[in-house]
């Protein structure tokens, strides 16, 4: 796609991705990558795919192969907070417009996975599984994966009990256990199902 448009005179398309919509707890995260015109690019980054394809350690080592090769890219979060508010889809769109905001040069032309942003005022393209087919919505899947599993583990070390850095906030048995024992951590999105029932039950037992 970025080829495409390419020959379109097109010079700075941003991929653009997130992580962490489905989860219970934390931010959901935004990145924007902007690839250089180079028609060898998928050379240089030969094991960059889907984020969910990829171990931690392929993340954590092609993540920071994007950000030499990028021209720019950039990450922001909306809080859990702004997701209780919002609603994480207008929360998703908050933070991808964060991301792209922050980038430089300016894209000219937005390549997003399955989102549409009709506030952010650029030409745009949204791709059903586009972290599979785009190398910088990939990109911007992988960036976004790697800097929201590092806020999880400093969640981890703040509130040990919930056993965040195993399951990155998501409803494993593990979470259900821990908010069953526990109730919700100030970070847990309230407005979730699973999360404001632990906190009706542990308040009715208290």
């Not at 000219?108 to 009709?118: C, F, K, S, Y």
Request: with cysteine.
């Amino acid at each position: 796609m970025e080829t495409f448009l390419w020959g379109l005179d097109i010079r700075f398309p941003a991929g653009v991705d997130e992580a962490g919509r489905g989860a219970w707890v934390g931010p959901v995260a935004a990145a924007a990558v902007i690839l250089p015109v180079d028609p060898l690019l998928l050379g240089y980054l030969p094991g960059v795919r889907d984020s969910k394809q990829l171990t931690p350690q392929e993340r954590g080592y092609w993540g920071e192969v994007i950000k030499t090769i990028a021209l720019s890219w950039s990450v922001a979060v909306a809080s859990s907070r702004e997701i209780d508010q919002l609603g994480i889809v207008p929360a998703t769109r908050l933070a991808m417009g964060r991301a792209i905001a922050q980038l430089t040069p300016a894209p000219e032309h937005l390549l997003i996975d399955a989102v549409r942003l009709p506030e952010v005022a650029i030409p745009q393209t949204s791709l059903i599984k586009g972290d599979s087919l785009v190398l910088s919505i990939a990109a911007a899947s992988v960036l976004a994966k790697t800097f929201r599993d590092g806020l999880l583990l400093d969640l981890d070390r703040e509130y040990p009990a919930y056993g965040f850095a195993r399951h990155k906030g998501y409803g494993t048995k593990v979470h259900q256990l821990a908010l069953a024992e526990n109730g919700p951590c100030p970070e847990h999105r309230f407005s979730y199902t699973p999360v404001r029932a632990a906190e009706s039950a542990l308040s009715a037992r208290v």
